[in-house]
């Protein structure tokens, strides 16, 4: 079974209360949290004030958007520091889907690593982040729980609030496939595309490992998804949720896990020994295999010189050296299914 219709029927049990007072927020966004790279190009890959049009349906559209107006933009990297005009025809393409902290990071390193490799990578600003609009995460489940700070869970309660968020998760595979839809019809000053449309990678960290995991249960116009350390962060608080010693079988956790029961294509799981958690990968993975599933895990050796797991799990994808250990596995999984 698909994960959409398990996360829709927990959601629509209380949207008829809760999308009013959600879709009358005032969007915070236009955050970047660093100095660009060299070669980075923004793009406005969804815009409903040109007129585009919505490849895929969202049942939260009207709630995170207001006034059903969006405005999403991203980061592309392109080989060589190259533009759009000057770009080479066809490159094969890595759509990368960030954490969750609302300024978006520029990924200097592993940008230059994949485009080195002749990879575009584009970092789309899902909604309410970086310089996408759009209601943030935690704002969104403040209004829909109505959370303080006295009462983190509000109305929804514990479950139903992990639910909610879970559930906007899965919707930004929205976000995806718009920046898939959308990067497919760029050309160059030859009218060449520059992106082949048949070479599509998804790979996602953190709370964009989930957002992956999602989009590799939804989308079908993509080869593989990579999730690195998706949960990681998170995995204790959600197996915490139903108050039993059982492990790694809450409703959050099991909304996971049925992401990637019905994968539609090859992932690769992995993430550093010294993360926040390796539960997930070692879970996901046990569930990939179950379910026969094509799939890679890997645990890497731990990253050095960390003041926490927290920093661990961030310098594994922003840390040269890091990006240099797990980066090959990436290229061989991704030109073993069609991506290169």
């Not at 709630?63 to 759009?84: D, E, H, I």
């Not at 080479?88 to 990924?107: A, E, Q, R, W, Y």
């Not at 998760?169 to 898939?180: C, G, K, R, S």
């Not at 080869?223 to 197996?239: H, Q, R, T, V």
Request: charged share 20%.
């Amino acid at each position: 079974m698909k994960i959409t219709n398990l996360i829709k029927g927990c959601f629509f049990l209380v949207a008829l209360t809760l999308v009013p007072a959600i879709a009358t927020a005032t969007p915070k966004n236009f955050l970047v949290d660093d100095a660009p790279c060299a070669g980075r190009l923004i793009q406005t890959y969804f815009d409903t004030t040109r007129g585009d049009v919505p490849v895929l349906a969202t049942p939260l559209f009207g709630a995170v958007f207001t006034g059903n107006q969006a405005v999403l933009k991203g980061f592309l990297y392109l080989p060589n520091q190259s533009n759009v005009a000057n770009s080479p025809k066809n490159l094969p393409l890595i759509i990368f889907d960030h954490g969750s902290g609302k300024p978006v990071n520029d990924m200097c390193e592993m940008a230059t690593y994949f485009t080195d490799q002749g990879y575009a990578l584009f970092i789309p600003h899902r909604r309410g982040h970086g310089l996408s609009t759009g209601i943030y995460w935690t704002d969104f489940l403040d209004q829909a729980c109505n959370r303080t700070a006295q009462d983190p869970f509000g109305v929804c309660g514990r479950v139903l609030s992990n639910t909610f968020l879970l559930t906007y998760l899965q919707d930004q595979t929205f976000e995806v496939a718009q920046a898939i839809s959308y990067l497919s019809t760029l050309t160059n000053s030859s009218r060449q595309p520059i992106i082949n449309s048949d070479k599509v990678a998804i790979m996602g960290h953190s709370f964009g490992g989930m957002v992956t995991l999602f989009n590799n249960n939804i989308l079908t116009n993509h080869k593989l998804a990579i999730d690195i350390a998706g949960a990681s962060e998170s995995w204790d608080f959600f197996d915490e949720e139903d108050g039993t010693d059982t492990p790694d079988n809450s409703n959050s956790i099991r909304m996971l896990k049925e992401a990637v029961r019905g994968a539609n294509k090859p992932i690769f799981f992995l993430e550093p020994k010294n993360d926040v958690s390796i539960r997930p990968t070692v879970i996901f993975s046990k569930v990939a295999g179950d379910h026969a599933e094509r799939y890679q895990a890997s645990i890497y050796a731990p990253v050095p010189n960390v003041s926490s797991t927290e920093d661990a799990h961030t310098r594994f994808v922003t840390d040269q050296e890091q990006i240099h250990k797990w980066g090959p596995a990436a290229l061989e999984f991704m030109s073993r299914f069609g991506v290169k």
